[in-house]
């Protein structure tokens, strides 16, 4: 069974920086591409940004392309979401996802598994 455990979401204010955690077990992860995606309340799951094993190639959304940055530690299965000058419109669920597939456009549909998620609000 595969795991993923999202930590680090929490409440701070607009400019502010969050990091957020997702520790993956159950599997070996080398194959897989992983992601980030958010959904706010009445709107559709959106894809944030993603991340490979191995080489580490990473893709983000044009919305928060310059402010957050992923990283990931392979010795502890772990992906790692630096958020910087958080705005309102960030606010969402925050969601980690691994998928099986080449590519670093996933979106929700091609994704193998789900984190729980992690809660993320931004105050004006």
């Known amino acids: 069974q595969v795991q993923l455990v999202e930590s680090g979401g929490g409440l701070v204010q607009a400019g502010g920086s969050l990091r957020l955690s997702c520790a993956a077990s159950g599997r070996t992860f080398s194959r897989y591409t992983m992601a980030w995606f958010r959904q706010a309340p009445g709107k559709e799951r959106e894809f944030v940004a993603a991340?490979?094993?191995?080489?580490?190639?990473?893709n983000y959304a044009d919305s928060v392309k310059g402010r957050f940055t992923l990283s990931r530690d392979n010795a502890k299965n772990t992906v790692y979401l630096q958020m910087n000058s958080l705005k309102p419109e960030d606010t969402a669920v925050y969601y980690c996802?691994?998928?099986?597939?080449?590519?670093?456009?996933?979106?929700?549909?091609?994704?193998?598994?789900w984190g729980q998620g992690t809660q993320v609000t931004v105050s004006s």
């Open positions: 996802a691994a998928t099986t597939r080449a590519t670093l456009t996933p979106n929700p549909f091609t994704i193998d598994y």
């Open positions: 991340i490979t094993w191995i080489g580490g190639n990473t």
